[in-house]
């Protein structure tokens, strides 16, 4: 009964280096999304995949790219790391493309970034 | 531009007492209505969700949610708080007539809810 996996669960990178932070799910789901997580914050969208083969912006992208690798899995990556970007980030993923469909959410991934 | 409002960041209630949790929201027509939750340490999970119909919406673990559409509120409730239920609760609304994606759903800041024994 995974659902949504996310790897790893913590990780601390010094400044600078790059990051891929991984998410598969196991239900068959159209779409996914990466968020990030702030003290205060709620969460935001990173970027999203509404089906394989496509991928949108989301409200904060700047410095992360991602591959949606196939129909399961959707890597966020983080090319040069900044400690703006130290949060807790979080995988979700949906069965289609409507807005009643609602998300599943992995178990995030803490990135400390020094 | 559409915003879901938590007013209470932190709330804390006895065990056995009744809870509500507000979530205002501001858009230009009635949207999908969410409520989520996030036990320490894990991701979120679904407690209940409006679409249409009957305003008053039953959830998981005991919640439920009432849509007031003039007061644009979707607010969570529950009779009588366990202390497992110390966790942190998320309003989320989307656009209802969105015909593409889902990235447009907004969450709230989020409510940390507290239960004294």
């Known amino acids: 009964n995974a659902g949504v996996t996310q790897t790893p669960k913590f990780q601390v990178l010094k400044t600078g280096q790059s990051m891929t932070l991984q998410c598969a799910q196991d239900?068959?789901?159209?779409?996914m999304y990466w968020y990030r997580q702030d003290p205060g914050m709620g969460l935001r969208l990173i970027y999203y995949s509404a089906s394989e083969g496509t991928t949108d912006k989301g409200e904060v992208p700047n410095g992360y790219n991602v591959s949606r690798l196939n129909k399961r899995e959707f890597s966020l990556r983080l090319e040069s790391a900044a400690p703006s970007q130290t949060s807790v980030y979080f995988c979700?993923?949906?069965?289609?493309?409507?807005?009643?469909?609602?998300?599943?959410f992995g178990d995030g991934t803490r990135l400390s970034i020094l | 531009a559409q915003s879901v409002t938590q007013p209470d960041i932190h709330i804390t209630v006895s065990e056995g007492a009744s809870l509500e949790l507000r979530c205002n929201y501001s858009?230009?027509?009635?949207?999908?209505l969410f409520w989520y939750v996030q036990s320490p340490g894990q991701g979120l999970q679904l407690l209940l969700k409006?679409?249409?119909?009957?305003?008053l919406v039953q959830g998981i673990k005991g919640f439920e949610a009432e849509f007031k559409r003039s007061q644009s509120s979707f607010n969570l409730r529950k009779p009588s708080v366990h202390w497992s239920d110390a966790a942190e609760y998320f309003c989320a609304v989307a656009p209802m007539n969105y015909g593409g994606s889902q990235g447009n759903l907004i969450f709230g800041k989020g409510t940390k809810l507290s239960v004294k024994p």
């Open positions: 979700a993923s949906s069965a289609g493309t409507r807005s009643n469909q609602p998300q599943h």
């Open positions: 409006y679409f249409s119909g009957d305003t």
């Open positions: 239900m068959n789901h159209n779409s």
């Open positions: 858009y230009g027509a009635t949207p999908y």
